[in-house]
């Protein structure tokens, strides 16, 4: 089973076009991230959720984390082609400094 | 700056046979970690050195795999008798200091090694 399910696995929207994918979780966790990775490169950190409720605008990625630590969701404005990669979340378990990762979203965004 | 390298980029072996990875975390990192991406997956937590010592190895999947970072800055991953399984992208990453109190500390990645084991 795995820790964190994202959803959905695949996307494939027009540019211009707005969406949301989401991390889920059965258990509570402290804080968790969210990484772009693009084909041939390792994953690059977006930001960083800590707090039940918090909301993080990166220019046209909103984060937000659930009021219970055990969802969260990224929402991009009027996607581009250059939003196009592999998004993934993670987080910490048992306090440790080994991330668990989702197996991530796979989007593409279409000229 | 310069970020984490690997080396290879790229490693196509036959089964049965030993490979190394190398990973060049950012100078002054002192926490470096190695992943496994399969394809279709998120990374896989393989080990993490704290320094020169290994501080957590629990996800190497047996015995083949090793990893060493004997100065506490580059670090090799090593694979004994190789199987197709064991095809993948090998991840590193580093990062300045543990987390603190719970939080996650950001980790900076490679491009990745992907090894082919025909």
């Known amino acids: 089973t795995q820790l964190l399910e994202q959803s959905p696995q695949f996307l494939s929207i027009q540019e211009g076009e707005n969406l949301t994918v989401y991390c889920n979780s059965s258990?509570?966790?402290?804080?968790l991230q969210w990484y772009r990775q693009e084909p041939g490169e390792g994953p690059v950190l977006l930001v960083t959720?800590?707090?039940?409720?918090e909301v993080k605008k990166l220019k046209r990625l909103t984060f937000q984390f659930g009021d219970a630590r055990k969802d969260s969701s990224l929402h991009i404005t009027a996607a581009q082609p250059g939003d196009t990669g592999l998004y993934l979340c993670a987080l910490n378990k048992g306090g440790s400094e080994k991330l668990v990762f989702g197996k991530g979203t796979k989007l593409t965004v279409n000229p | 700056g310069a970020g984490v390298s690997q080396t290879p980029s790229n490693k196509v072996t036959e089964k049965g046979k030993y490979v190394e990875l190398r990973c060049d975390p950012i100078?002054?990192?002192?926490?470096l970690y190695w992943y496994r991406q399969s394809l279709g997956q998120g990374p896989e937590f393989l080990i993490y050195?704290?320094?020169?010592?290994?501080?957590?190895d629990s996800g190497l999947p047996n015995d083949r795999f090793f990893a060493v970072r004997p100065e506490g800055s580059v670090s090799t991953l090593k694979i004994q008798r190789t199987e197709r399984g064991d095809s993948a992208v090998y991840l590193c990453?580093?990062?300045?200091?543990?987390?603190?109190?719970?939080?996650?500390?950001?980790?900076?990645f490679g491009p990745g090694t992907r090894l082919t084991v025909l």
């Open positions: 990453a580093s990062s300045s200091t543990p987390g603190t109190s719970g939080r996650i500390n950001e980790q900076f």
């Open positions: 258990s509570v966790f402290s804080s």
């Open positions: 100078s002054g990192h002192t926490a």
């Open positions: 050195f704290q320094g020169t010592g290994a501080a957590d």
């Open positions: 959720v800590v707090t039940g409720g």
